[in-house]
């Protein structure tokens, strides 16, 4: 059977198969701040990350609901911070609810969520998020309820941090080719003419209405061997994103300063436009990660 290990602050899963493949959550947040297969990490974690529940965490997988970025349109989201008050609220750690793959589950609704940021959306809801360990994956998946008696909007994104062993330069992103996408820093829309996106400047950019068939990979650029792969279900939209050296080096909490060598975050949500739950509905998502 797989172990788990659980303190007050977080949750610890070790496969049954191999002790040295694990993933450990916060429940601040229900953060997956590490996953290691076969004692490697795979998730990059800010040395300078606080995990004491004082902000949101700096690397592994933060999750983003209601709001992606700072909405400045909506009556309600835009009176929240910027990615929502998800990975702001301290969740509830529901234990396995699978033995194999073993898979753990957090709960997430009106009565547990950041009692300040939670007064400026005024609906009710139900978030369940498992956490899936597999002997050579990771698979996180949602589901959302709206338990209110009127329909309401969302954006939902997994901040994934991808930890890059090798150099960032050393790397490339495939399956984005022809993809519209929105540039962050310049505020431009265009299409992706590159079939290998390298990243070798700061980079913020979205991808919008990727073909879910569509695995985006992470790739080495001598090689051509796999180093991340991504599997979305309902999430049509990916976000890649480094904040290369000027960047880096004005976030309080990004450390070490050179780490932008190191990660690389592909993101997969539903961000191009707003989600729209109606009452009693569900919607559901999910990222597999090889």
Request: hydrophobic share 35%; aromatic share 12%.
């Amino acid at each position: 059977m797989a172990s788990i290990k659980e303190t007050s602050s977080i949750v610890t899963l070790t496969h049954p198969d191999n002790k040295e493949t694990s993933v450990t959550i916060l429940k601040y947040g229900a953060t997956v701040y590490s996953w290691k297969r076969e004692g490697v990490e795979q998730l990059w974690l800010s040395s300078a990350a606080k995990l004491d529940g004082s902000k949101p965490v700096r690397g592994g997988i933060p999750l983003v609901f209601p709001a992606f970025g700072k909405n400045t349109t909506d009556k309600y989201l835009k009176d929240l911070p910027q990615h929502g008050f998800a990975r702001n609220s301290n969740w509830t750690f529901k234990g396995i609810v699978r033995s194999y793959p073993p898979t753990v589950q957090f709960e997430l609704n009106e009565g547990n969520a950041n009692r300040e940021l939670i007064k400026a959306w005024p609906y009710k809801f139900t978030i369940l998020y498992n956490i899936e360990l597999g002997y050579d994956h990771l698979k996180t998946s949602v589901d959302i309820r709206n338990e209110s008696d009127v329909p309401f909007d969302f954006n939902w994104l997994f901040h994934t941090y991808y930890n890059i062993q090798d150099s960032i330069e050393n790397v490339y992103v495939h399956g984005l080719e022809n993809q519209a996408t929105h540039d962050n820093i310049t505020g431009k829309a265009a299409v992706e003419k590159n079939a290998e996106v390298i990243i070798d400047r700061e980079v913020d950019r979205r991808y919008l209405n990727v073909d879910v068939k569509e695995n985006i990979t992470i790739l080495n650029k001598k090689t051509n061997q796999l180093v991340h792969g991504l599997i979305r279900e309902n999430l049509s939209d990916a976000v890649v994103w480094n904040p290369w050296i000027k960047k880096s080096a004005g976030m309080g909490d990004f450390e070490p300063k050179d780490g932008y060598k190191n990660m690389l975050c592909v993101e997969p949500g539903h961000i191009h436009d707003l989600v729209t739950l109606r009452a009693k509905q569900k919607w559901s998502a999910s990222q597999y990660m090889y």
